[in-house]
């Protein structure tokens, strides 16, 4: 089930939300916890036993870790029994086919025969992201940072906790622990969530899903058989796409923790506003930013230990910040451009960008577009082919000189709305005018624009569900 269902909209959540308030505070929790069950459930029922597992092992873990507190290495191997327990368990349902079909293709270089058969394995929903905030958890308790809750229903409300549990926000326990049994309710709150559900809602339905239109036609063509205007245009679409997908997501992620009592992290800041490629990636996806940021990068020294230090920890960040995104080259190669470019822009690049406004805007609009194809395209011959009709290098087949003509006139609008919804200025108005009656109209007609046209059956699952 995803937020942007009718099933959702008018089922699952209005029932959740009376009986979440119909019910006396102190059992709101216990509400929050069955109902986030049956929402995963509805969605994923053979991984429900995964995430029980994860509440189970974590908890335990943890509460080990700190009996032993007085024995260091009592308490550490507890600390790497669990991260060994939440890596393995990733790396089995998510990297363990492409492990085997990269040993095959070495074991066929040397050796041509039978090898070693893949796993009938299917991406339980969710997993990355419940995941690294298990391990978050973990971590903290062990550095200090946080106290263990002793309430294993607690733990396991905070894990399941359905707003943020298949696509993020990615929070950390130390960002929850407090609302979990002191948070307020009152009409203002909910109503603020319901807006930002409603806003949402229209960015997910009416830009993402009519923009993918165009990124699907462009697949459907084939990539050798559309010009170079056409192949910037479907690169520009593809990043506003995956953009207002996942931004939509997280913000009905977050009204809908508002409409509960929770105050749930930002996601994102306008990052097609950034001056370079190191500041788009502090505005995109924060949570999942700040994570390897805590856990991976500073852990491993940072910027602090000398410039070939900082190389082999940048490279370290963003190889697995390709690899957690999807078990494929295309992402590993995805994860070495951004290391690069972000390497270059440190030691290099960063003050001729800082200095000229006019340059960097324009590095960011041919840069970006560029490294979503490498996200975007999993076939690496595939990225091949695109990447030369991006710039005219590879001959195409039965190429429509004209073709971007049809597109633009198709889509002027959505792109218009697109690059406009990019800059701050609505969101700017909206925080100014929320409690006025033009804005409310807006929101009303925009939740059922949005309504109709999932009604009418426009494609609408979350790219973001895929990682």
């Given amino acids: 089930m995803v937020f942007s269902s009718l099933e959702f909209i008018f089922r699952f959540l209005p029932v959740f ?66 991260l060994f327990y939440n890596f393995g368990i990733l790396f089995f349902f998510k990297y363990i086919n492409f492990t085997i079909d990269n040993i095959n293709y070495i074991l066929k270089l040397f ?45 396991g409300t905070y894990l399941l906790m359905f707003p943020k549990l298949v696509s993020g926000p990615i929070a950390t326990y130390n960002e929850i622990r407090e609302q979990l049994t002191d948070r307020s309710y009152n009409l203002i709150k909910f109503e603020k969530g319901l807006k930002l559900f409603t806003i949402g809602l229209g960015i997910k339905v009416l830009l993402a899903n009519r923009l993918g239109i165009l990124w699907n036609d462009i697949q459907t063509i084939g990539f050798q058989s559309i010009s170079t205007p056409l192949a910037w245009l479907g690169a520009v679409g593809y990043s506003l796409q995956l953009y207002f997908d996942f931004s939509g997501y997280s913000l009905m992620a977050i009204g809908i923790g508002k409409m509960l009592g929770f105050t749930l992290p930002n996601n994102f800041t306008h990052p097609y506003m950034a001056k370079s490629v190191s500041e788009f990636w502090r505005r995109w996806h924060i949570t999942l930013g700040m994570w390897f940021k805590n856990y991976v990068y500073i852990p491993l020294g940072g910027n602090r230990a000398g410039k070939k230090r900082l190389v082999f920890n940048l490279l370290a960040v963003w190889l697995f910040t390709g690899l957690w995104h999807g078990a494929s080259w295309n992402y590993v190669l995805w994860g070495l ?56 290098i590879t001959a195409g087949i039965n190429v429509n000189t004209y073709d971007v003509l049809k597109y633009l006139d198709q889509f002027k609008w959505l792109l ?28 009303i007609i925009v939740f059922w624009y949005s309504v109709y046209n999932l009604s009418n059956g426009l494609n609408n699952p979350f790219m973001y569900f895929n990682f």
Wanted: some cysteine.
């Fill in 337 to 392: 451009v951004l290391f690069l470019l972000i390497l270059l822009e440190k030691l290099y690049l960063k003050p001729v960008l800082d200095r000229s406004r006019v340059i960097s805007r324009i590095y960011i609009l041919l840069i970006l577009p560029m490294t979503w194809m490498l996200f975007a395209i999993n076939d690496l011959k595939d990225i091949a082919v695109y990447f030369g009709r991006m710039f005219g």
């Fill in 111 to 155: 050796s041509p025969g039978n090898g070693i058969p893949s796993l009938e394995v299917v991406l339980p929903l969710g997993i990355s992201f419940y995941t690294f905030q298990a391990v978050s958890y973990v971590i903290d308790v062990y550095k200090g940072e946080v106290k263990e809750t002793t309430s294993l229903f607690n733990f």
């Fill in 416 to 443: 218009i709305a697109g690059i406009f919804f990019c800059f701050p200025y609505g969101f700017r108005w909206f925080a100014k005018h929320d409690n006025s009656i033009p804005c409310t109209i807006i929101l």
């Fill in 17 to 82: 939300l009376i009986l979440y308030y119909t019910i006396p505070i102190k059992y709101r929790n216990l509400v929050l916890f069955l109902g986030s069950i049956c929402f995963y459930a509805l969605g994923d029922t053979k991984s429900l036993i995964l995430i029980f597992l994860s509440i189970v092992i974590n908890h335990v873990a943890v509460k080990n870790m700190e009996h032993a507190r007085l024995v260091p290495m009592k308490r550490k191997m507890w600390l790497l029994l669990a």
